[in-house]
């Protein structure tokens, strides 16, 4: 197929676009329809339905059709229209569509007419040698650029989808000059050629630029008046040779008007569906951000128990460890899930959920679960209007969808709980000023006590002020640090590194020598491991675990195991296991609340610290039980969260 001219979109300087630029860039491209102006003949049809070639906001007016458009990608969204999904992702243009089918209909015509002329030559129909030789050479050019592969399919390589001036004369000008000369040279004829001249105006309305699409219909009304002319010359009766010649030029010059307001809709039609389906790509890329970013798992489930959809914290929450399989999958698959099916089953039987939840328990076996609180929304997917045959049969006539929204039931209550201590939080910070001052007071007056001479009794009851008074201190600056909620500043902190020296220093302090024998073990993933924390918060909850895993593990050696590993490349986790004996059930769930111990001395804001500061750098801490028969039973795991090596 011959290849379109490239031409270079122009522009066209409307009057009163400086007055009207501001409102323009506010207004929508229903306000530019409104304030195109028909009366630009050099512009086309497709800009002066305000439809744009190029983007909704270029101001080209050459073209009715955007040749960017055949780059649209399929949508993955099911809340966009299968008219906008069929119309946007075809891989055609509107333009390449019709100008592809306006060369197959060339070429069907060239061939029915060549055909025509030999049967009616072989019946004994008098046809002289001229229509046979043009009709046979039009259909074997029109069945070759036809047949021929196009590179651009009539649109030019700067983004104006018109038909250029080699595509034109190859095309529209090879019929008009046919059909032309089969009309005048074969006035006799039994065959009406001037029908056929309908066709090249028709496809000039349609393809090319309105001043030539109004030039081709103009050509083809003179070339029918001048053959009335040569009949009146010939004799003919002038009114009916002229006026027949005249209302067929009429009706071409509505054929093309017709047919450029057509293709207007089309184009813009084609362009609200694009524009549509970007916005509705842009929603679900949006809404799958927002869900994959939110701590509640959420998982979308049909009747069968088969997972729809699934974002990582349900993942995270349906497994022991890791994460479960990227959707779709079907729960049925995992025995640990059952109790899962059976709240599904019971949700689509009922039809109906508490707002409040429910909540289950997840066997992992080997002694691991997890409990859950669910809720349940419903949602129904219904027959859409206008969906054809094909799609009726690749979807059922409803389906049940449910949305599941999954916590963990320690986090509620932790959350709970949180809510519950934030007044007496406040409270406690503000107890903890007035305390300071009197405790100050308190521990001045008993160092000056002790500088004197004491007998043996009342130097033991110094040394128990000024150990409460110390005690006290601890407590009220662990309260004050909490309740000021300092923002946090976090950075790359090479893990491996941090917890290596943590781990030596206070092993030091505590009196615990490293090695085989010793009741500390340290495993360290090779290489740098950077972390999101800061270093001495990082210090201080690893601290905080060692003092707690020493305090209740047995002397042997290898008693307490730190590890520091990285399972996924966007996690870095640190675990500190100990072997004594398992904190009960009644215990565990309050290991993570203020001022709660078992300890008599203990202030029970260790483990809660501990978690305040892993919350403030997006990291999590965790207690968990391994099963019977492990040495190590009690287990705190942090998970921080995995950052590159910042730059020197």
């Known amino acids: 197929m011959p290849e379109p001219d490239v031409a270079a979109p122009t522009p066209q300087r409307r009057p009163g676009d400086r007055r009207r630029g501001g409102d323009r860039r ?60 069929r119309v946007a992702t075809q891989g055609a243009t509107a333009f390449q ?7 197959a209909a060339r070429a069907a015509l060239g061939v029915a007419l060549a055909a025509a002329l030999v049967a009616g030559h072989l019946l004994g129909l008098r046809t002289a040698a001229l229509p046979l030789a043009l009709s046979g050479a039009y259909a074997l050019a029109a069945v070759a650029t036809w047949w021929w592969p196009p590179r651009h399919d009539g649109a030019d390589a700067s983004g104006t989808a018109r038909l250029g001036r080699v ?30 001249l309908v066709l090249p105006v028709l496809m000039a309305g349609v393809l090319t630029r309105r001043m030539a699409a109004l030039g081709t219909a103009a050509a083809v009304t003179l070339l029918l008046l001048a053959n009335g002319w040569r009949l009146v010359l010939a004799g003919a009766d002038p009114a009916s040779a002229i006026t027949p010649a005249g209302l067929a030029g009429t009706g071409l010059f509505i054929v093309t008007l017709i047919a450029g307001e057509v293709a207007g809709r089309l184009a813009r039609e084609e362009l609200t569906a694009r524009g549509s389906l970007e916005i509705a790509r842009q929603q679900a890329q949006l809404n799958r951000l927002v869900i994959d970013e939110m701590g509640e798992g959420v998982l979308v ?57 429910r909540d289950l328990r997840l066997d992992f076996g080997g002694g691991h679960g997890r409990s859950l609180r669910l809720r349940v929304r419903f949602t129904r997917r219904r027959p859409v209007a206008g969906e054809d045959e094909v799609d009726a049969a690749a979807a059922p006539a409803h ?39 009197p405790l100050a007071a308190i521990a001045q007056a008993n160092a000056l006590l002790r500088e004197d001479a004491l007998a ?38 090479d893990a491996a590194a941090e917890v290596d020296a943590v781990v ?29 924390f800061d270093p001495e918060h990082l210090r201080r909850v690893l601290v905080n675990l060692l003092d707690n895993a020493r305090r209740h593990a047995s002397d042997t050696a290898g008693a307490i195991v730190v590890t520091l590993a990285q399972p996924v490349p966007q996690v870095v986790r640190l675990s500190v296991a100990s072997d004594g004996a398992p904190i009960p059930a009644d215990v565990e769930p309050h290991l993570f609340e203020p001022f709660f111990s078992t300890r008599s001395r203990g202030s029970g804001l260790g483990l809660y610290i501990c978690r305040e500061l892993c919350e403030r750098y997006g990291a999590s801490i965790d207690y968990r039980q391994r099963p019977p028969g492990q040495r190590h039973r009690n287990e705190f795991v942090m998970t921080m969260r995995a950052t590159h090596a910042p730059s020197a």
């Not at 999958?329 to 508490?354: K, S």
């Not at 929204?405 to 409270?427: C, H, S, W, Y």
Request: include cysteine; charged fraction near 25%; glycine fraction near 6%.
């Open 26 to 85: 506010r207004g929508d491209r229903r306000g530019a329809e409104r304030r195109a102006p028909l009366q630009d003949f050099d512009a086309s049809w497709f800009a002066a339905l305000g439809v744009d070639t190029a983007s909704p906001a270029a101001d080209d007016a050459e073209s009715r059709f955007a040749a960017g458009w055949a780059d649209a990608q399929a949508a993955d969204s099911r809340f966009l229209s299968r008219q906008a999904r």
């Open 97 to 103: 569509r019709i100008y592809r089918t306006f060369l």
């Open 504 to 532: 030596r220093d206070w092993a030091t302090t505590a009196g615990l020598p490293l090695g085989d024998a010793s009741r500390l073990r340290l495993t360290l993933a090779p290489g740098p491991l950077h972390v999101w």
């Open 456 to 493: 043996p009794a009342q130097q033991q009851l110094a040394r128990m002020v000024a150990d409460n008074v110390e005690r006290l201190k601890r407590i009220v600056d662990d309260v004050l640090e909490v309740a000021t909620g300092a923002s946090a500043a976090p950075q790359a902190v």
């Open 167 to 196: 595509p034109w004369l190859a095309t529209i000008g090879v019929d008009l000059l046919v059909f032309s000369a089969l009309y005048l040279f074969e006035p006799s004829s039994n065959l009406n050629y001037f029908a056929l």
């Open 399 to 437: 389906e049940d969808l449910c949305v599941l929204f999954i916590e963990d039931v320690r986090n509620v209550l932790a959350r709970t709980r949180q809510e519950k201590l934030a007044a007496m939080g406040r409270v406690s910070a503000g107890i903890a000023h007035e305390i300071r001052n």
């Open 301 to 357: 489930l049909d009747r069968r128990a088969r997972v729809r959809s699934a974002n990582p914290s349900a993942r995270r929450l349906l497994v022991g460890e890791g994460l479960a399989p990227a959707a779709p999958f079907a729960l049925h698959d995992v025995p640990a899930w059952a109790a899962l099916v059976q709240a599904v089953e019971r949700a689509f039987r009922d039809g109906h959920w508490p707002d409040a939840g």
